[in-house]
């Protein structure tokens, strides 16, 4: 008798049977990207949910699922291991402090929504004098020198008053804007950018350069702002946790979005936009500026900015071809890439735009960790050789092994008195944000990813 295949793709319905779940909990699942979606090929109005996704779900409901296999899926866009009172998306929004990020890109600036993001009030800070930026090829390479020119010399935050790390906070961003234009300079940091591009401040497209500064500021745990809250936690300076951040985006999973839409966009203009699609979707890969794992609808920030200029033709027939073909809306990344060629930026404008605004949320998690008082220390699940206790090679069963490793991490953890943060244990509450870096620990916390 042949074999039936199982469907690669199921539709709704059969998705929330088989994990006997509400129309509302699948949605949930897909926002997390526990479950990839695309279009009905033959009704463009539905959606089918990957076979794969859903049959893992089911297994794991299955199954008492262990404290470590718990960690280990809040690892990767799982379940939130932080708590934080900073940034959120609920309903496909993005809101900063409980304010919609869209709506604040229509009036504030990325310095007002720093303040924002830190807990302060609207009153600006007095900046202190600053040095002239380092001499570097290139916007990446001062902008990292500048940070870890701060991060030598800066002082601990551990410890310090909140008003003394707001006026910290303030420069060290505007350290960051005048390594990225090239010059020390005053006034707002999107118009400042616009010069330095020969934008001209206060035009149209120094107000485009400063609502994408406002709608990347911050974007809950994602691996930049995680970076910083760990290097925050141990007591660093705001600054080595802005660098911590910067070295992060720099990777090209991360902040290298731009590279690869740029590359997607040639292969298009070369060789057609729907025979590429198609040939890309063939082969299972990814349409890099669409769609977006915590958004399943539209990314609200890419949507609130496309509207403001006009594509280029190469981007918007980009754009209309994805769209017709997979449904997939461009996400901020697309956005912010045919915002610069649409402007004439400088190529390495995209990444520079995205690290000057996500520091202001690198400083904000920073903060928010410090205040919190515990140090992030993850335990790893070893899996290599198996060793006796006395240090040589030994056949102890791994489930022994990791007993052992609890029973070991417990009592040293209790004898020395350290506060980790354990996502096996309960959630930390974030104190007030007017309060400074706690001198005792509270108890043990938890944190959300991107």
């Known amino acids: ?121 609207g009153a600006a800070l007095k900046r202190t004098d600053r040095p002239q930026p380092p001499e570097a090829p290139d916007m990446t390479g001062r902008a990292f020198l500048a940070l870890a020119a701060r991060a030598g010399v800066d002082p601990p935050a551990l410890g310090r008053h909140p008003l003394a790390l707001a006026v910290e906070a303030a420069t060290l961003l505007d350290v960051l804007t005048d390594a990225i234009a090239g010059q020390v300079g005053g006034g707002a940091i999107h118009n400042r950018l616009a010069f330095a591009w020969g ?54 999973r991360h902040g290298g979005a731009p590279t690869a839409i740029r590359g997607f966009a040639a292969e298009a203009a070369q060789g057609g936009a729907r025979a590429v699609i198609a040939a890309r979707l063939a082969e299972d890969r990814a349409l890099p500026g669409f769609g977006h794992p915590l958004y399943p609808d539209h990314d609200p920030r890419a949507a609130a900015l496309l509207d403001r200029f006009q594509l280029t033709p190469e981007m918007a027939s980009l754009r209309a071809a994805v769209e017709d073909i997979t449904g997939l809306a461009p996400n901020i990344d697309f956005a912010l890439v045919a915002m610069s060629d649409a402007l004439k930026l400088p190529r390495e404008a995209p990444f520079a735009l995205f690290a000057t605004a996500r520091c202001a949320g690198w400083i904000a998690h920073a903060i928010e960790q410090g205040q919190t008082g515990a140090l992030i220390r993850p335990r790893a699940r070893y899996v290599g050789v198996e060793v006796a206790r006395g240090g040589a090679t030994s056949r102890t069963s791994p489930r022994a092994q990791r007993d052992v490793g609890e029973v070991d991490r ?41």
Do not use: C
């Open 1 to 121: 008798m042949p074999l039936t295949k199982t469907p690669d793709w199921i539709g709704a319905d059969e998705a929330r049977a088989k994990l006997g779940v509400r129309p509302q909990t699948l949605y949930a699942y897909v926002s997390r990207g526990r479950v990839q979606t695309r279009i009905d090929p033959h009704d463009p109005r539905r959606s089918l949910y990957r076979a794969a996704d859903i049959a893992a779900l089911v297994q794991r409901k299955t199954r008492s699922r262990k404290a470590s296999e718990v960690a280990a899926g809040a690892i990767a866009w799982g379940e939130p291991v932080l708590v934080s009172a900073i940034t959120t998306i609920s309903q496909g929004r993005l809101f900063y402090r409980g304010r919609d990020a869209v709506e604040l890109a229509e009036t504030e600036t990325l310095e007002a929504v720093a303040r924002l993001l830190r807990g302060g009030h």
């Open 410 to 450: 417990s009592a040293a953890t209790s004898r020395r008195g350290i506060n980790v943060v354990d996502p096996y244990r309960p959630k930390t509450r974030v104190k007030s944000p007017s309060a400074g870096f706690a001198a005792s620990s509270p108890r043990g916390g938890a944190s959300d990813p991107p």
């Open 199 to 252: 934008l001209g401040p206060g035009g149209p497209g120094a107000d485009l350069v400063r609502r994408v500064l406002v709608l990347l500021a911050d974007h809950e745990l994602n691996p930049s702002a995680f970076a910083a809250r760990v290097a925050a936690s141990t007591g660093a300076s705001l600054a080595a946790a802005a660098l911590a951040g910067l070295a992060t985006l720099s990777g090209p």
